[in-house]
């Protein structure tokens, strides 16, 4: 049903005659005629009675005023949004992550996504596990690139899996480790330095599968300060490959026996997909982490 139709009904028996509401709307006399016999049409009802006078409801339209309406409001309100949508500024786009995707897959994401979208705005955030998801479940982030989560943190929100991250052991240097891959028994009753508050989300599974009981001390120190810790000689701890990419500090670094991983990829929520810009950079994120590890 067109709203037009609906709308000069309603301004016609605001004034009272289709006349009125036809030099109202800038319409002919014959076109206002023609729009409220194809809405009568259309409805299979009459809704004026037309006189010398004017014109009247009919029954048929009192009984259908709220409906008829209600449906001219939701149309105004939908040209509303419209409009605010292609006159606002370019969309920003609000991202959350973890420090070592923020130094190795954000900036050529970035790069790809504003190199073809170049009115596009970003805001990035970086913190823990829960910190990112709380702020995407809020509202306050548009998607994060996080590790998955269990249900409890992922309910509501998509998910787009990228890479599985290996962890791997950190180990002061003079630590005896001869084998190519540390056994996680090593852990076992060891001094453990536990990385930032909420990351132990990503290693105490490893640990739980394995039934190791560390002597975990949670520290809520960033990775560098715990691979500091670390090289000192003051316990042992667990990252990711992605952590230690790049990095030469006085350490042995091991993958571990069993091995073990972090899943990372992409968290969002489901009415971002309603902006095509959105969706643009969802498929620049995947194709630039795709490259990273070609």
Known sequence: MDSKKVKAFLTAKRLGSLT???????????????????????LGVTLLHRGRNGVALTEEARELMPQLTAFAAAADALDEALERMHNASPLCIRIGTYSSMAQHWIPNILHRFRAEQRGADISMRMGSIDKIYGQLKSGELDCAFVSYQPSEFTDALEWISLHNDELVAILPPDHPAQEPRFDVRG????????????FEMDIAP??????????IRFTNLDDPAIISLVEHGLG???????????????????????P????????????????????????HAKTAVAEFYA
């Open 20 to 42: 009125g509401a036809a030099e109202a709307l800038n319409y002919t006399q014959s076109g206002m005629t023609h729009m409220m016999n194809a809405l009568e049409k259309e």
């Open 187 to 198: 852990f076992e009753r060891c001094d453990f330095l536990m990385p930032a508050n909420g």
């Open 206 to 215: 490893m640990f739980e599968q394995n039934g190791i009981r560390p002597g």
């Open 236 to 258: 042992l701890s667990v990252l990711a490959e992605l952590v230690m990419l790049g990095r030469s500090d006085n350490i042995l670094v091991r993958p571990l026996n069993p």
């Open 260 to 283: 073990a991983y972090r899943e990372l990829g992409i968290a969002y929520r489901s009415e971002s997909l309603g902006q095509p810009l959105f969706c643009a950079f969802l498929e």
